[in-house]
């Protein structure tokens, strides 16, 4: 289509903000940029989306003369802007001759392009919408891993806990990227003693929270048989028999130390304990019983190990043996070397073995890592 002479158009000049178009008005013009720059936008269900931005050269607001509908959008100068308006007759003067072919191919491009631009403007709001609730959730869970951080004794108190039984207590706690189900806890047992709680329930995310404050809980009540530990955790396998969902469980130590007797100790499923002696001997803690809350029938037993003035007894989740050096799990020698440097240290005992390994360049772990230590005095 050549262009027609100045006197058959309207120049007009647009300052910054100005309104050329308005969506949903008539349509009489297009318009042609000599200079400047414009913003397009249309208005969805939460509100006006950019479409894109036009400058010297485009062609806009033509699409509603050949379909004869509104304005399909907004256009708004972000700059001084010069435009040629081009009156409804020249587009139709220059389609007159064109046959049904012609005008049906630009009317199916028009009602095309206006799908598309509408898809635009649906795909953004379902983007925005799906950022919103990730950013919503984050701060969630972020809250949530809070919480789980606060079920932990404050460090704070260890002394005093210490004290009740005759050791010092040290614990690492570190809460994966997700929120998970780890647990541990320490509280006060009869007249000198001190109980040792570690769980770890299936799964990650907000369930998995919520199922660790549901466990948490369930400890406080037991605690005229916290004294047994085989006695504890089947009455908590009982209670957490009830509640949990079909395929939810948790792994669970528990341990009982009170001066001047041995370590008391059970487990359901839980695999990574050990006591440490002062002659270097370790003792491996095993359970023999199921995961909690699989069968309410289950029952765990009490076993009971020397635990000598400068012994350790120490208490991990798995998530240590699952971790990854680079591209590759982390070997048993590996936490074989860096557990014994730690446990040379004295002191800070879990501390020190997670220093040793961040040497080693493991990789942020996938599940909450636990580590406690109870060292007799």
């Known amino acids: 289509m050549s262009l027609p002479e100045d006197d058959l158009v309207e120049r007009r000049t647009y300052a910054p903000g100005a309104t050329i178009l308005a969506e ?27 479409l894109g931005r036009m400058g010297e050269g485009d062609i806009f607001g033509e699409m509603a003369l050949i379909d004869d509908s509104p304005r399909s959008a907004s256009v708004v100068a972000l700059k001084p802007t010069v435009c040629r308006l081009f009156p409804r ?13 012609v005008r049906n191919i630009l009317n199916l491009f028009v009602r095309n392009l206006r799908h598309s631009t509408n898809l635009q403007v649906e795909n953004r709001r379902l983007l925005r ?18 919480m789980q951080m606060e079920l932990a004794p404050p460090a704070d108190e260890w002394g005093e806990l210490g004290q009740r039984a005759g050791i010092d207590l040290s614990a690492v706690f570190e809460p994966s990227s997700e929120v998970g189900g780890d647990l541990w806890s320490a509280f006060p047992v009869g007249d000198h003693g001190v109980g040792l709680f570690l769980g770890d329930l299936t799964g990650h995310g907000v369930v998995a929270a919520v ?3 549901r466990l948490h809980t369930l400890l406080g009540t037991l605690s005229h048989v916290a004294d047994d530990p085989g006695v ?7 209670r957490l028999a009830n509640i949990l969902p079909l395929g939810q469980f948790a792994v669970a130590a528990y341990a009982v130390i009170q001066p001047g007797k041995p370590l008391a100790y059970a487990a359901a499923g839980w695999e990574c304990a050990l006591i440490h002696a002062p002659d270097g001997s370790e003792t491996p803690l095993f359970g023999d019983g199921l995961p909690l809350g699989i069968s309410s029938d289950e029952s765990y037993r ?7 003035p400068g ?16 591209s590759e799990r982390i070997t048993d020698a590996d936490l074989s070397a860096t557990r014994s440097t730690a446990l040379a240290a004295q002191q800070d005992v879990p501390g020190v073995w997670m220093a040793g390994l ?16 109870a060292t007799r005095r």
């Open 129 to 146: 919408e799906l950022t919103d609730f990730k950013d919503r959730l984050t701060d969630e869970l972020d809250v949530a891993r809070h």
């Open 211 to 213: 199922n660790a404050f």
């Open 89 to 101: 007759s020249i587009l139709e003067e220059s389609v007159k001759g064109s046959n049904g072919l």
């Open 232 to 238: 504890f955790l089947t009455a908590l396998n009982q």
């Open 24 to 50: 949903g008005d008539a349509a009489d013009s297009f318009f042609l940029i000599e200079r400047g720059e414009v913003e397009v936008t249309k208005t969805g269900p939460d509100g006006a989306h950019r």
């Open 302 to 308: 009490t076993s009971h190990f020397e635990f000598q």
């Open 358 to 373: 961040r040497d080693l360049g493991i990789r942020p772990l996938d599940d909450d890592l636990t580590i406690v230590c």
């Open 311 to 326: 012994a350790h007894l120490l208490i991990y989740s798995d998530a240590l043996s699952e971790a990854y050096k680079g």
